[in-house]
T-cell receptor, first 115, second 116 residues
Framework: AQSVSQHNHHVILSEAASLELGCNYSYGGTVNLFWYVQYPGQHLQLLLKYFSGDPLVKGIKGFEAEFIKSKFSFNLRKPSVQWSDTAEYFCAVKRSSGSARQLTFGSGTQLTVLP | NAGVTQTPKFQVLKTGQSMTLQCAQDMNHNSMYWYRQDPGMGLRLIYYSASEGTTDKGEVPNGYNVSRLNKREFSLRLESAAPSQTSVYFC???????????????FGPGTRLTVL
């Protein structure tokens, strides 16, 4: 079974600091990769996704992620965080082959940005 | 476009009571999902429905049943609630293409359930 690891459970940054959240997965085949964000009291929203092509993916609100196939990683980055980026961030992976439609989520990383 | 809607938003049950969580989507999506979210565990799939008329178990199906009423609606039922089912429940939907099994899931606002 595939698994998704987010090693940072809680990250605390000051405004304008740079952000990198790690995401590693275990499945060796072709995958689709996602980052979702959950702002306090709200539902999950898609931040960005990778299906194929350029491994550097740009999402909303200045976020980007890089797919490194050899490292089974899909780390999320932002050059300069804002207080409004305080939220929980989930990495998710889905096999792109076969009939599997299930999305496997990581355990999430809580980001707190201090003003 | 309301997207994915869920009712109720909050619910408190006593152990042994039953209830049904409702989910509807207006995006004409084929597939629908039910997840539970627990602290430190991310989202875990309870059941999913790849298309109207089909349902399949996910990672944590015990204690739950589902019904895909039609293409729009997918309900989750707790027959005899237990404290371990205290959680936030999210419904999601996605569009699945026939040749390309690539889809993005869109989530509802969630139902916060407490079982005493």
């Amino acid at each position: 079974a595939q698994s998704v690891s987010q090693h940072n459970h809680h990250v605390i940054l000051s405004e304008a600091a740079s952000l990198e959240l790690g995401c590693n997965y275990s499945y060796g085949g072709t995958v689709n990769l996602f980052w979702y964000v959950q702002y306090p009291g709200q539902h999950l929203q898609l931040l960005l996704k990778y299906f194929s092509g350029d491994p550097l993916v740009k999402g909303i609100k200045g976020f980007e992620a890089e797919f490194i196939k050899s490292k089974f990683s899909f780390n999320l980055r932002k050059p300069s965080v804002q207080w409004s980026d305080t939220a929980e961030y989930f990495c998710a992976v889905k096999r792109s082959s076969g009939s599997a439609r299930q999305l496997t989520f990581g355990s999430g990383t809580q980001l707190t940005v201090l003003p | 476009n309301a997207g994915v809607t869920q009712t109720p938003k909050f619910q408190v049950l006593k152990t042994g009571q039953s209830m049904t969580l409702q989910c509807a989507q207006d995006m004409n999506h084929n597939s629908m999902y039910w997840y539970r979210q627990d602290p430190g565990m991310g989202l875990r799939l309870i059941y999913y429905s790849a298309s109207e008329g089909t349902t399949d178990k996910g990672e944590v199906p015990n204690g739950y049943n589902v019904s895909r009423l039609n293409k729009r609606e997918f309900s989750l039922r707790l027959e005899s609630a237990a404290p371990s089912q205290t959680s936030v429940y999210f419904c999601a939907s996605s569009r699945t293409y026939r040749e390309i099994n690539v889809d993005t899931q869109y989530f509802g606002p969630g139902t916060r359930l407490t079982v005493l």
